[in-house]
């Protein structure tokens, strides 16, 4: 059966994109005196402790939530020429956090699987009930956490040389100013984050309910640094921008919504509400798919 929402591209099949980066115009924290291990990627901070962890590429919480045991995944070390290969989840790891830094995360592993499985849920809910008639459910859900998450998430295959783009490994930026992002709750630069694109996201799908993961895909700078990337939970893609981007470039953030306030659904007599906060006093937009099906932006 196919799924409600007007289909998008494969995720896998996007081209990666290649923007600009934008000078950030907020001072960083004071650097504390202390450790740095040479391996963790926020070693900016100086506050390491002397053991590595094994980072999970991508939450060992939301790999499981249906109870896997392994993922197929294309990218390296696991496969080296592009062909499927499983890997256990405990082992879909990579050693670019020392202990502290990873344990400092935990918060934002949280937020995603909140965030997929509310999509998830709703996808059954909506895919399963005959007459489309259920009472309204809301879940809520930290939007700065979300976005962090989708950051650290990037972070970890960036340090973990999983990005290619063009035969070359994509580096990532690890001065105080990009890692005070991740650990810390400041504000972002005006136009920096969270990004959900209608365009490419296919959420309620038979699809998006059994694959709940969709991959993840860089964006890359001209000279090969990572400034962001895309992240499908849910059927959601969710982009996050380490620079401003130009309105009408053609590329992934054409039309997607800037750290909306909610995703809703309001099909039939249902309504279903995935609710973003923020810590910001700003106005948020709101990505509505209404009674037509077809996704709209609010303000």
């Known amino acids: 059966m196919k799924g409600f929402l007007q289909a998008s591209e494969s995720p896998h099949q996007q081209d990666k994109g290649h923007y600009s980066a934008a000078v950030m115009t907020h001072e960083p924290l004071p650097t504390s005196e202390g450790y740095s291990h040479s391996r963790c990627y926020a070693s900016a901070r100086a506050d390491c402790s002397p053991k590595l962890s094994g980072e999970h590429l991508v939450s060992d919480s939301v790999l499981r939530l249906t109870g896997a045991k392994a993922v197929t995944t294309t990218h390296r070390p696991w496969s080296r020429h592009g062909e499927p290969a499983t890997v256990g989840i405990s082992s879909f790891t990579a050693k670019v956090l020392c202990e502290h830094h990873n344990s400092a995360l935990s918060t934002y592993d949280t937020a995603a699987l909140d965030f997929t499985a509310a999509f998830t849920y709703f996808g059954l809910k909506l895919l399963t009930t005959p007459e489309l008639v259920d009472s309204p459910e809301v879940f809520s859900i930290s939007g700065d956490d979300l976005q962090r998450w989708v950051l650290k998430t990037l972070l970890a295959h960036g340090a973990g040389a999983v990005f290619r783009c063009e035969g070359k490994d994509v ?41 709940f993961y969709g991959g993840c895909q860089p964006f890359v700078h001209k000279d090969g640094y990572l400034i962001g990337g895309l992240v499908w939970l849910g059927g959601m ?39 973003l906060a923020w810590a910001d006093d700003r106005d948020h937009p709101m990505l509505s798919y209404n009674g037509e099906l077809t996704p709209v932006a609010r303000s």
């Open 237 to 275: 893609a969710l982009a996050l921008a380490l620079f401003r981007p130009e309105a009408n470039d053609g590329g992934p953030l054409d039309g997607a919504l800037h750290q909306p306030q909610a995703v809703q659904f309001l099909i039939g007599d249902m309504v279903k509400v995935v609710k």
């Open 171 to 211: 580096e990532i930026i690890t001065n105080r100013k990009i890692v005070d992002l991740l650990f810390d709750s400041g504000p972002w630069p005006s136009e920096w984050g969270l990004y959900i694109a209608p365009t490419l996201s296919d959420p309620i799908t038979p699809a998006s309910v059994n694959n």
